[in-house]
């Protein structure tokens, strides 16, 4: 039962379960399950590196499931679904720690390499960050 002597009327209360449009987040989204995605299919089809996974540490088999699972929650963010922007956040951040760890690792040894997940990672979570601030900003009861 409604309270009638409410300020804010239940039509103004309606929770719309799409984020709003935001072109570039879905670039982002789409380049991060395309990179995630190809590269799970580039490994398995190559036979040195596909034996080679047996010997891998539990922390980097955490780090694929994570960014599998961003993977998929990537494809919810690019159809707009406003369940999926929380754990696309905190899992985008985890991803960016994971890589951020890597990068400082393989540069003590020497190698220098272009983190191209290490900035798609930091632009998703900077246009998530924007976005979750505009969906707040909608959710919040206007008194008339």
Known sequence: ????????????????SLLPRD??????????????????????TIPVDRFALHAQTKLWWIEQVVGFVLAIICIGIAMRRRAFLAPAFWLAIYSLVFD???????????????PIAMILYALFIWRLHLTRR???????PRAV
Not at 1 to 12: G, K
Not at 102 to 113: D, L
Not at 134 to 140: F, I, K, L, P, Q
């Open 100 to 114: 951020v760890m890597r990068w400082i690792f393989e540069f003590r040894e020497g190698q220098a390499r272009l």
């Open 134 to 140: 505009a969906v707040t900003a909608e959710e919040r």
């Open 23 to 44: 072109i570039f987040r879905t670039l982002i989204a789409l380049a991060i399950v395309a990179l995630t995605l190809g590269g799970w299919i580039y490994v398995m």
């Open 1 to 16: 039962m409604t309270n009638p002597s409410s300020p804010v009327s239940a039509s103004e209360r309606y929770v719309p």
